[in-house]
């Protein structure tokens, strides 16, 4: 099965912050890559697919670049609404795997 | 309104079974890819299972492969997942996900039900 290894595990920061979180698959997966935020006790919700395609009605501070094996998701300007664990998860083959999850606190 | 709802969740003793079903409201379900994801308390996300549009392909995380069937009834537009000789490390909440497009790929999963609990103990 491909790994994926999600860091920082956890991160603190403030309001406005640019905040970068990274994922490293152990083999290339080309762009087939998701990333999500989940907030305490609510389903995942999807933010960027095929590494860097924004899902309709998310705001433009997210962003995602990245292809192979390494993948980046970044916050332009931290919103008080964004503080809450974000994985990736890659989709290029069965078994898909998720990160270990980054936990966006506040600072 | 495209909606998944998630039922059959409970406590079950260890090498018990459980049944957990997904109804899908508001979108045409036999377009779609479907699949189960599981979060343990405290836990990070993990992938369960995928069944194809007709059911045709399956597809299991290994430590569920020879206990847990996904399947799917499109005429009453409803997933399930047959979970058989569970453990405590199944003990997660279960959510049923759809991928945001229709077709032969999935580009990960954006529709999300609210999950069930299953909770594997004696």
């Known amino acids: 099965a491909i790994r994926i290894t999600q860091s920082p595990s956890s991160l603190s920061a403030s309001t406005g912050d640019r905040v970068t979180i990274t994922c490293r698959a152990s083999q290339v997966i080309s762009s087939y890559l998701a990333w999500y935020q989940q907030k305490p006790g609510k389903a995942p919700k999807l933010l960027i697919y095929?590494?860097?395609t924004l899902q309709s009605g998310v705001p433009s501070r997210f962003s995602g670049s990245g292809s192979g094996t390494d993948f980046t998701l970044t916050i332009s300007c931290l919103q008080s609404e964004d503080f809450a664990t974000y994985y990736c998860q890659h989709y290029y083959s069965y078994p898909w795997t998720f990160g270990q999850g980054t936990k966006v606190e506040i600072k | 309104e495209v909606q998944l709802v998630e039922s059959g969740g409970g406590l079950v003793q260890p090498g018990g079974s459980l049944r957990l079903s997904c109804a899908a409201s508001g979108f045409t379900f036999s377009n779609y890819w479907m699949n189960w994801v599981r979060q343990a308390p405290g836990k990070g996300l993990e992938w369960v299972a995928s069944i194809k549009q007709d059911g045709s392909e399956k597809y299991y995380v290994d430590s569920v492969k020879g206990r847990f069937t996904i399947s799917r009834d499109n005429a009453k537009n409803s997933l399930y997942l047959q979970m058989n000789s569970l453990r405590a490390e199944d003990t997660a909440v279960y959510y049923c996900a759809r991928p945001p497009h229709l077709g032969e790929l999935q580009n990960g999963m954006d529709v999300w039900g609210q999950g069930t609990t299953v909770t594997v103990s004696s």
């Open positions: 095929a590494a860097s």
